[in-house]
């Protein structure tokens, strides 16, 4: 019977753990929301037109973003005298690449589409992420660059994960790691924010984003620009 009681007291407790984490989650990804501007500010958010500039392996590269949200997608990418772009909607996506030696755009892979089309929502992931169906765990805190973080792991419909990890202090997203699948062959790809400004409808918006693939600075955001269908489709002459 003792061994009884202290098996009831143990899942008590266990109980009153699991609650508590839940309530701790839930109050800091309700003050990482309200300090990125809170939900009524990023759902404004309806297109985006971005310019920036990424310095990779000693080259500059001009990217252009133009988006529609939970519709459509385009990053126009300037390099070497050259001009590509990524196009992706809500059915499909292609690629054009001439410095990378393509000829004219190729339509992406099926696992490369359900990956591209988690981006086309663009408020922040938590604020969205029960929208999209994905599943949310609290890792507890661990330190990213010296700075206590909350980490975070967000799985989707497709099982690719991300974990995030929210400055403990600011509760802005300092960084970001995504494990996708493609082709049946795991990838692993982190992303560090910094430089948050905030933008006249009240959110703040990362001004510096850094990757494996080099560092971006953010030089303009259009809010709410309007953007004809004809950015979004393939142009008639097929480059």
């Not at 266990?14 to 990804?29: D, H, L, R």
């Not at 992406?108 to 969205?128: R, V």
């Not at 990757?211 to 480059?239: A, H, R, W, Y």
Request: charged letters at 25%.
């Amino acid at each position: 019977m003792k061994t009884m009681k202290m098996l009831v007291v143990a899942m008590l407790l266990m109980s009153g753990v699991q609650v508590a984490n839940a309530q701790t989650s839930e109050e800091i990804i309700n003050k990482h929301i309200a300090a990125i501007g809170g939900k009524d500010s990023w759902n404004k958010l309806k297109t985006l037109k971005l310019e920036g500039t990424i310095k990779a392996q000693g080259a500059e590269i001009k990217l252009t973003i133009y988006q529609v949200d939970k519709k459509a997608k385009r990053e126009n990418i300037a390099l070497m005298g050259m001009t590509g772009y990524s196009i992706v909607t809500n059915t499909e996506g292609w690629n054009f690449m001439p410095f990378q030696g393509q000829t004219k755009p190729e339509p992406i892979t099926a696992d490369e589409l359900k990956i591209e089309q988690n981006d086309l929502y663009l408020q922040d992931e938590f604020i969205t992420y029960q929208e999209m169906g994905k599943k949310l765990e609290f890792l507890g805190k661990d330190d990213f660059d010296g700075t206590e973080c909350f980490k975070f792991k967000m799985t989707d419909k497709n099982a690719q994960e991300t974990t995030y990890f929210i400055d403990a202090n600011t509760y802005f997203t300092l960084k970001q790691t995504n494990k996708i699948k493609v082709n049946g062959q795991e990838m692993e790809n982190s992303m560090v924010f910094a430089d948050y400004k905030s933008q006249p409808e009240g959110f703040f918006y990362p001004m510096s984003i850094s990757s494996g693939f080099g560092e971006m600075q953010v030089t303009k955001i259009e809010i709410n620009p309007t953007l004809e269908d004809s950015l979004f489709q393939l142009p008639k002459e097929g480059k």
